[in-house]
């Protein structure tokens, strides 16, 4: 009774985007075709949404989702779930607001299209918008604010609405996706009081591949720039690197950890990624990732995380995977138990998952180290899980975690601050800290 077909963003998130309201982010390939980032409002000029225009374009979607032939944008969506949804999308407020609201941005990265970088701007008012979630209270219990879409420091009025947004106190922490190419003092402001979390891309070692691959000649600045904002709060910037074909030398992946030592960014997070526009991480994306990864570990950064990206377009492992990784990494004596696989007999026989969401369970699919624990167990962070069951696993809260034990977080945006609350509870030595494959 009362299940229904749905996925956490229709029923939680808000996108709003230059010129239209989107109802995710999510990008997946369905018969050969990539979909995602669906659009509940398509904006026309100068004209205004209310929450209540939101709330009917979702529950329109929502209807046709549990019709017949499903909704044709979301057919074939990992993320789509069979379970009691607890009313109507965003009913029960925002738990994810995203302001991409203007595409206007001084970079052409490779991996990046004019849905970001095509210079529009907000075809309706987001400050009345955002003025009407508030008064309505569907922020009161938002757990996740993200700024991006184009390049967030670039809109005229970006200093005003930051700081109107900070001073509503709303919860969480802005997620600020920023290029970093402008200093801002007002991000400073937001990192060093703990209300903005600042997410900077690399994606390269040197200024030569920086220029190829992110359309611009910005790598000294970007990185003098992130030097600046991480002086007094440097667990608050994530820096991240989406490896491509064109980044993904190892000569190149060692001039960036040199880069991160000589800048001063070790005590920052460390994101690794990969282009959505590919498929399927190819052996030798894998390979570099792993070489990273291992780098960065070696350099003491403060913590790694790998993103839904990659797991998502992790293939099948088998010994043909592992023997092609490891070819690539031949070339520069990689030592092998760098990295763990369905070889690696584990250390202990259960696995903590921390996390509850879509990544924690993608990766007990798709990992093949995760399988060869005779027991695994869901950890819920926040104790927050309506459930002591995910599929046929249990779910404990996280003071049941015994303090040695193997575990892994399973989340993406909110890693980071799950670390940071290991951290405090005395347990992240418990986390394992070679790349799982
Ligand atoms: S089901 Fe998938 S594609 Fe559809 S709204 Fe949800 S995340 Fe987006
Ligand atoms: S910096 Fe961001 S918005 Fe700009 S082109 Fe690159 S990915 Fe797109």
């Given at each position: 009774?009362?299940?229904?077909?749905?996925?956490?963003?229709?029923?939680?998130?808000?996108?709003?985007?230059?010129?239209?309201?989107?109802?995710?982010?999510?990008?997946?390939?369905?018969?050969?075709?990539?979909?995602?980032?669906?659009?509940?409002?398509?904006?026309?000029?100068?004209?205004?949404?209310?929450?209540?225009?939101?709330?009917?374009?979702?529950?329109?979607?929502?209807?046709?989702?549990?019709?017949?032939?499903?909704?044709?944008?979301?057919?074939?969506?990992?993320?789509?779930?069979?379970?009691?949804?607890?009313?109507?999308?965003?009913?029960?407020?925002?738990?994810?607001?995203?302001?991409?609201?203007?595409?206007?941005?001084?970079?052409?990265?490779?991996?990046?299209?004019?849905?970001?970088?095509?210079?529009?701007?907000?075809?309706?008012?987001?400050?009345?918008?955002?003025?009407?979630?508030?008064?309505?209270?569907?922020?009161?219990?938002?757990?996740?604010?993200?700024?991006?879409?184009?390049?967030?420091?670039?809109?005229?009025?970006?200093?005003?609405?930051?700081?109107?947004?900070?001073?509503?106190?709303?919860?969480?922490?802005?997620?600020?996706?920023?290029?970093?190419?402008?200093?801002?003092?007002?991000?400073?402001?937001?990192?060093?009081?703990?209300?903005?979390?600042?997410?900077?891309s690399v994606d390269a070692g040197t200024s030569d591949v920086f220029r190829k691959v992110?359309?611009?000649?910005?790598?000294?600045?970007?990185?003098?720039?992130?030097?600046?904002?991480?002086?007094?709060?440097?667990?608050?910037?994530?820096?991240?690197?989406?490896?491509?074909?064109?980044?993904?030398?190892?000569?190149?992946?060692?001039?960036?950890?040199?880069?991160?030592?000589?800048?001063?960014?070790?005590?920052?997070?460390?994101?690794?990624?990969?282009?959505?526009?590919?498929?399927?991480?190819?052996?030798?994306?894998?390979?570099?990732?792993?070489?990273?990864?291992?780098?960065?570990?070696?350099?003491?950064?403060?913590?790694?995380?790998?993103d839904d990206l990659i797991i998502q377009r992790m293939p099948k492992v088998n010994d043909?995977?592992?023997?092609?990784?490891?070819?690539?990494?031949?070339?520069?004596?990689?030592?092998?138990?760098?990295?763990?696989?369905?070889?690696?007999?584990?250390?202990?026989?259960?696995?903590?998952?921390?996390?509850?969401?879509?990544?924690?369970?993608?990766?007990?699919?798709?990992?093949?180290?995760?399988?060869?624990?005779?027991?695994?167990?869901?950890?819920?962070?926040?104790?927050?899980?309506?459930?002591?069951?995910?599929?046929?696993?249990?779910?404990?809260?996280?003071?049941?975690?015994?303090?040695?034990?193997?575990?892994?977080?399973?989340?993406?945006?909110?890693?980071?601050?799950?670390?940071?609350?290991?951290?405090?509870?005395?347990?992240?030595?418990?986390?394992?800290?070679?790349?799982?494959?």
């Amino acid at each position: 009774m009362g299940k229904s077909w749905s996925c956490y963003d229709l029923h939680n998130s808000v996108f709003l985007a230059p010129n239209e309201i989107r109802t995710c982010c999510k990008r997946f390939f369905h018969e050969n075709t990539l979909k995602g980032d669906v659009v509940a409002i398509e904006a026309s000029e100068d004209s205004n949404y209310s929450v209540s225009d939101i709330r009917q374009a979702k529950k329109k979607i929502y209807e046709e989702m549990n019709s017949k032939g499903g909704y044709n944008p979301c057919n074939g969506c990992p993320h789509l779930e069979f379970k009691d949804w607890g009313g109507s999308p965003i009913e029960n407020g925002i738990d994810y607001l995203s302001l991409e609201y203007h595409s206007i941005c001084n970079m052409r990265c490779l991996y990046c299209c004019d849905t970001y970088f095509g210079g529009k701007q907000a075809s309706y008012s987001v400050v009345n918008l955002v003025d009407e979630f508030i008064d309505n209270g569907l922020l009161t219990n938002t757990n996740y604010l993200v700024w991006g879409g184009g390049e967030p420091t670039l809109d005229r009025n970006f200093n005003k609405i930051l700081d109107s947004i900070v001073s509503m106190n709303i919860g969480p922490r802005i997620r600020m996706i920023s290029n970093s190419t402008n200093y801002s003092e007002e991000i400073k402001k937001g990192i060093d009081e703990d209300k903005v979390f600042l997410v900077t891309s690399v994606d390269a070692g040197t200024s030569d591949v920086f220029r190829k691959v992110r359309g611009l000649n910005g790598f000294d600045r970007v990185l003098n720039n992130l030097n600046k904002y991480s002086r007094d709060n440097p667990q608050n910037i994530i820096v991240k690197y989406i490896i491509r074909d064109d980044n993904c030398s190892f000569d190149e992946l060692d001039s960036f950890v040199e880069q991160i030592i000589d800048n001063d960014l070790i005590a920052c997070n460390f994101q690794l990624s990969c282009d959505f526009k590919e498929e399927d991480c190819s052996p030798n994306i894998l390979a570099s990732i792993i070489y990273l990864h291992n780098k960065l570990r070696i350099a003491n950064v403060r913590f790694i995380f790998m993103d839904d990206l990659i797991i998502q377009r992790m293939p099948k492992v088998n010994d043909l995977l592992i023997n092609n990784i490891d070819k690539e990494l031949k070339e520069v004596d990689f030592n092998l138990s760098n990295y763990l696989s369905f070889k690696t007999k584990p250390e202990y026989d259960k696995l903590y998952i921390i996390g509850t969401g879509s990544q924690a369970k993608a990766l007990v699919k798709r990992l093949s180290y995760v399988k060869g624990f005779s027991s695994i167990i869901f950890v819920d962070p926040n104790n927050s899980f309506s459930s002591n069951k995910i599929d046929k696993f249990p779910v404990i809260k996280i003071d049941e975690m015994p303090n040695k034990s193997n575990a892994i977080i399973g989340a993406v945006q909110s890693s980071p601050f799950i670390y940071q609350s290991l951290l405090s509870q005395g347990k992240a030595n418990n986390l394992i800290e070679e790349f799982i494959l």
